[in-house]
């Protein structure tokens, strides 16, 4: 039984244009991005993608879809809805919540709720 190995071919390298350091030139050609991962990561020069739910249809026909958009689109769409609810005179009430399964602390006692003092 004979193996052949093929060598892999050596992807072109280009330099950071905020570190210096190498990166694949790809990343440039096909994203258009001139800066590396680690520069992208530790300068924040991508903003992270953001999420809404949005509940649609009515009656026995609803559904829920999910809306993922860039974090100046959320950033913006957050402002503009409370913007709508100062025109009538509420306040935005935040959901949260934190789990924790660590412990011998009953989750009841665990879960945080907003207090809803807003309504």
């Keep these: ?22 990166m694949p030139e790809l990343r440039k050609t096909n994203f258009g991005y001139d800066f590396c991962i680690q520069c992208s990561d530790k300068y924040n020069l991508i903003g ?3 999420a ?27 402002r503009q ?5 100062q025109i009538i ?8 919540e934190f789990l924790s399964f660590d412990g011998s602390t009953p989750i009841s006692d665990k879960l945080v709720v907003n207090s809803r003092e807003d309504r």
């Design 48 to 50: 992270k993608k953001r």
């Design 1 to 22: 039984m004979n193996l052949t190995l093929k060598k892999s071919k050596t992807m072109e390298m280009i330099p950071c244009s905020k570190c210096g350091n190498d």
């Design 52 to 78: 809404i739910t949005v509940q649609m249809g009515e009656g026995d026909h609803t559904w829920n879809e999910t809306i993922i958009m860039s974090e100046k689109d959320f950033l913006e769409y957050e």
């Design 81 to 85: 809805e409370e913007l709508s609810l």
């Design 89 to 96: 005179g509420k306040k935005k009430v935040h959901k949260s």
